[in-house]
């Protein structure tokens, strides 16, 4: 039984394809066009979520280095009540797992982090 290899073709014994140095390259970029699509479909950020509502067409968004400086943020910790935590949920930061809130204290919050922002 003879075989013949014409680029890709199949494995003449077994009647399997053979892959082409092209078609792994394929895979990898459809593995990658897949997790680009996995993240468009996520949540989007507090910052988008909040700049979103109705009422808050005026607010636009900050990039998040503007939102971490320092120098930007001076005084409001002692204006923002829960500050640390209302920081942390503007920037998406997942909060400590040991802390678990009541829903009083999620909403007081969540209005902390509007405050804030």
């Not at 593995?31 to 910052?47: A, I, L, R």
């Amino acid at each position: 039984m003879a075989s013949t290899r014409s680029g890709g073709g199949q494995n003449a014994a077994n009647n399997v394809p053979i892959p082409q140095a092209d078609a792994v390259l394929s895979e990898d970029e459809s593995d990658s066009e897949e997790s680009d699509v996995s993240d468009s479909e996520q949540e989007p950020s507090w910052v988008s979520w909040f700049c979103s509502l109705r009422g808050n067409e005026f607010f636009c968004e900050v990039d998040e280095d503007y939102i971490e400086d320092d120098f930007n943020l001076s005084g409001l910790s002692s204006q923002v009540p829960y500050y640390d935590y209302a920081l942390d949920m503007i920037l998406d930061n997942e909060p400590p797992h040991d802390v678990m809130l009541t829903d009083q204290q999620q909403e007081l919050l969540e209005s902390a982090a509007e405050m804030l922002y």
